[in-house]
Nanobody
Framework: VQLVESGGGLVQPGGSLRLSCAATGTGLGIHTMAWHRRQVPGKPRAVVATITPDGMTNYSDSAKGRFTISRDNAENTIYLQMNSLKPEDTAVYYC??????????WGQGTQVTVSS
């Protein structure tokens, strides 16, 4: 199983980015997927958004109203649309798949930097 994130980069405050996470080696359609981020190296990752197989979503307080998680099961990909970005959104963003107890996978991460 591999999860490959893309779409990170440098953006000015108020700007937007769309992250993608493409999976190989497993189908995503029956699993809840999530985006996490690590804002400080060495600190734990924090969940940003989750999406269930039937499309129900949940967001951290900092992401509500600005970020949108979505999925395309046919493409085996999930997305994170991030709008109105703030400097405090600067982090490495990770895609996460939990298939069951002890059976989880992480992508390699994609850096998002919000700075003028």
């Amino acid at each position: 199983v591999q999860l490959v994130e893309s779409g990170g980069g440098l953006v000015q405050p108020g700007g937007s980015l769309r992250l993608s996470c493409a999976a190989t080696g497993t189908g995503l359609g029956i699993h809840t997927m999530a985006w996490h981020r690590r804002q400080v190296p060495g600190k734990p990752r924090a969940v940003v958004a989750t999406i269930t197989p039937d499309g129900m979503t949940n967001y951290s307080d900092s992401a509500k109203g600005r970020f949108t998680i979505s999925r395309d099961n046919a493409e085996n990909t999930i997305y994170l649309q991030m709008n109105s970005l703030k400097p405090e959104d600067t982090a490495v963003y990770y895609c996460h798949l939990l298939r069951g107890p002890g059976d989880q996978y992480w992508g390699q991460g994609t850096q998002v930097t919000v700075s003028s």
